[in-house]
């Protein structure tokens, strides 16, 4: 069964940085495409970002130049680098992989202060 764990998240004031990691079994991860998604109060979730399976990446205008996906394929870990962090960053952070169904991890808080 593929199992997605979130860790990482925290708070922190504006402009400064967390890096999220997203530990995966259940899969071949090294063949495995990952997305991280956000969900802020009230607001449906969106995609941040994704990882090919080459390590391709690509990400919302949002986040674009601020935020950077990674991948360990020896650790089966997918990360989310955050930094120049805002307010409206404040969201639960959820990694992702969608194969015949999605599935998800529980989804770890990140706080930004202002």
């Known amino acids: 069964q593929v199992r997605l764990v979130e860790s990482g998240g925290g708070l922190v004031q504006a402009g400064g940085s967390l890096k999220l990691s997203c530990a995966v079994s259940?899969?071949?991860?090294?063949?495995?495409?990952m997305n991280w998604y956000r969900q802020a109060p009230g607001k449906q979730r969106e995609l941040v970002g994704f990882?090919?399976?080459?390590?391709?990446?690509k990400y919302a205008d949002s986040v674009k130049g601020r935020f950077t996906i990674s991948r360990d394929n020896a650790k089966n870990t997918v990360y989310l680098q955050m930094n120049s962090l805002k307010p409206e960053d404040t969201a639960v952070y959820y990694c992702?992989?969608?194969?015949?169904?999605?599935?998800w991890g529980q989804g770890t808080q990140v706080t930004v202060s202002s």
């Open positions: 992702n992989t969608r194969m015949t169904r999605d599935y």
């Open positions: 259940g899969t071949i991860f090294s063949l495995t495409a």
């Open positions: 990882i090919t399976s080459g390590g391709s990446t």
